[in-house]
């Protein structure tokens, strides 16, 4: 075309085209989701920009999206998906469809080359939301006619064609020649693979749509249909004849009478009457089911929940659980919303968890999104992964974190979601959602407890509930149940920290000998955030936690009276005052001081910290912490 110019795409491009194009035969659908889903954005977009730039809007009244199918004559077949969104200039074009800046790219590269199951690259593409590519599964070649919406810096926009070819490795970006036609937006023209013909069919994409798009997608989709019916049409000689036999006289024949020559006249005239097929065209509203948050929860199936889910938040796995509810805000604003609780964290959470702030919780108004970005304190750090859709009844549609309105909803906002969250979690630990689930939770999250009760003092009591941790008797206790379970005369919560040490480790430790001789419990913490978690949370049912690594253990059960325990001691040391002595000397400036012990059983000496000193462990995460 004119003006066009060939252009090589980035080589991630091209890799990922390759894999896209050979390996994902039996994921092709997936383009229709990932195109709607784009098709979304782009309209989400334009709401929001026109909310402070109302002449963005200009060229195209409605918001929406259309599928139309063509089947030429010369046997070709085109998939057309139109929206009126944002559209892209052609600078656009060129870098949002011809280049990959995303951080995931690679990731998903490596993934999906070094994969041999390609069932999986299916859903990697909507997770890694490479989704414009899969147009390429059903077609040949591929058109992105767009318009730019008119903005200040961008008053004049014109039409240009995006086109590229699934063979090739080079995509051109040119002037549209028919001008502007498209009002606004962007239209995606595919002309289908000869085996993909499957997707002219209405039923095919209404299936399609229903399936993966109808929950997510807020703006309506309608789908061109064109239906041949047959219908009946009057002869033309017959039309003639029956109004000759039209008795001029007609009122006054009695109505006896009437109603005979009436019936013979119909049947005269049906006589006449032909069938002729005729196309009738239609538009057709796939999505005009209300969006999921806004039906009664009876009324969804699991399954509802989790394509929603998956669309929504673009992650490839199931949830691990979701809750779905309605409220009030408290300063009278309504809302409804569903809490989901991923089954994994991101990669990138425990690189920095108490930098990451909430960015899936979608705050809509009266169904329009308005934004995902409540900013960095929207919930606590430690829940900063969980993901909200929330409808707000009355809020104003321009909701700025600014207006004092929705700074005072947000808040309100934020503690819903952290007691619901709460809710939600206490219900998996209590095994209400199954065995395997409550499993899953400790297995996912139970460093995000620890980490929520060393962050979030308000509920540190109700997430330190939730933690899980190891002893020399059971593979894991919570604390409640260590309370519950222990001796008679216990008053501390022994544990023996060691970061990076398994549990088996930690129970071979000299330190818990007698304390394991006797029956006693004993926490044994290899976790880097367990010894923060035991010491910001102190006691647990007025019990202290004790270190038996370090001086000031208690055992429940000692046979002599404090008193009587004291002299034994003074007894001890003076008996061995000469081998004390030679040790001080020769540990000198290394050990503070050397006593008789009554802790060990079979080992011959200890080496403990001091009661108000770091035990090695936490020397060793300071140490970490400062490289
Ligand atoms: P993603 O949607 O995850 O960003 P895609 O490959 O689906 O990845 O799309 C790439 C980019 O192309 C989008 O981020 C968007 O900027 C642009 N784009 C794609 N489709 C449209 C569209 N219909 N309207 C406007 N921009 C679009
Ligand atoms: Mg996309």
């Known amino acids: 075309a004119d003006g066009a110019q060939k252009q090589e795409y980035q080589s991630d491009v091209a890799r990922l085209r390759k894999i896209v194009i050979n390996s994902l035969y039996s994921h092709r659908d997936v383009f229709l989701r990932e ?12 709401r929001i920009t026109s909310l402070t730039d109302k002449q963005v809007l200009g060229g195209a009244d409605d918001l929406n999206i259309t599928i139309v199918a063509h089947k030429n004559e010369d046997g070709t077949a085109k998939l057309v998906i139109r929206d009126t969104g ?47 590519y899969s147009s390429f599964l059903i077609a040949d070649k591929v058109y992105v006619t ?20 699934a063979e090739d490795s080079t995509f051109e970006v040119y002037p549209d020649e028919r001008g502007n036609t498209l009002g606004r937006g962007t239209e995606i023209t595919m002309v289908l693979k000869n085996d993909a013909l499957e997707y002219l069919d209405p039923v095919t ?57 009436d019936v013979e006249e119909e049947k005269e005239v049906e006589q006449k009457k032909e069938t002729k097929t005729v196309t009738v065209d239609k538009w057709v509203h796939l999505n005009s089911q209300p969006p999921i948050w806004m039906r009664d929860p009876k009324t969804i199936t699991d399954d509802e929940y989790t394509q929603f889910y998956q669309a929504t938040f673009k992650d490839h796995q199931k949830p691990l659980a979701w809750h779905h509810f309605s409220g009030d805000s408290g300063s009278g604003t309504a809302f409804r919303a569903i809490l989901f609780i991923p089954s994994h964290l991101d990669d990138k959470y425990w690189q920095n968890p108490l930098q990451s702030a909430a960015k899936d919780i979608r705050l809509m108004v009266k169904r329009v999104f308005i934004t995902s970005d409540l900013g960095e304190d929207a919930l606590p750090k430690w829940a ?9 009844e009355d809020l104003p549609l321009n909701v700025s974190r600014e207006t004092l309105q929705s700074r005072k909803f947000l808040k309100q906002l934020q503690s819903i979601i952290v007691k619901r969250l709460l809710q939600t979690l206490q219900r998996l630990h209590e095994n209400k959602d199954g065995e395997l689930e409550a ?24 997430l330190a509930s939730l933690v899980k941790l190891p002893t020399n008797q ?15 005369g216990q008053k501390q919560i022994f544990y023996l920290a060691d970061m990076g040490k398994t549990p088996e480790d930690l129970a071979k430790s000299v330190f818990i000998e007698k304390l394991h001789a006797r029956g006693y419990e004993v926490l044994l913490l290899g976790e880097p ?65 050397v006593v008789v012990s009554n802790r060990l059983v079979t080992s011959p000496c200890a080496i403990v910290a001091d009661a108000y000193g770091y035990t090695a462990n936490m020397a060793k995460l300071l140490n970490s912490q400062q490289k």
């Open 529 to 593: 955030l367990d010894e923060v978690f035991v010491q910001n949370v102190g006691r647990w049912k007025k019990l202290p936690f004790q270190d038996v690594a370090k001086a000031g253990l208690k055992f429940g059960d000692e046979e002599l009276d404090p008193k009587e325990e004291k002299e034994r001691q003074n007894q001890l040391n003076e008996e061995f005052k000469p081998l004390l002595d030679f040790l001080k000397k020769e540990t000198a400036g290394v050990i503070r001081d």
């Open 474 to 488: 059971r593979n894991e206790t919570t604390l409640n149940d260590y309370v519950a379970d222990r001796k008679e």
């Open 86 to 132: 944002i559209g892209m200039t052609p600078e656009e074009l060129t870098k949002n469809l011809g280049t990959l800046a995303k951080s995931g790219t690679s990731e998903f590269l490596a993934k999906a080359e070094g994969s041999t199951d390609t069932s999986n690259t299916g859903n990697l593409i909507g997770a890694f939301g490479l989704g414009f």
């Open 146 to 165: 767009s318009l730019a919406a008119k903005t200040a810096k961008n008053p004049n926009p014109s039409q240009y064609v995006f086109s590229s070819s």
């Open 205 to 261: 994409i209404t299936e399609l749509v229903n399936k993966h798009s109808s929950f997510s997608t807020t703006f309506p989709i309608y789908l061109f249909t064109q239906r041949t019916e047959e219908i009946e049409v009057e002869a033309e000689d017959a039309e003639t004849e029956a109004e000759e036999q039209e008795p001029a006289d007609e009122l006054e024949i009695d109505e006896e009478e009437a109603l005979v020559e």
């Open 35 to 46: 195109l709607i889903s784009n098709a979304n954005d782009a309209l989400e977009k334009l």
């Open 439 to 462: 499993w899953q939770l400790h297995h996912i999250y139970n460093n995000v407890f620890k980490l929520g009760a060393v962050e979030d003092m308000r509920n540190r009591e109700k």
């Open 384 to 392: 900063s992964w969980v993901k909200v859709v929330v409808d707000a």
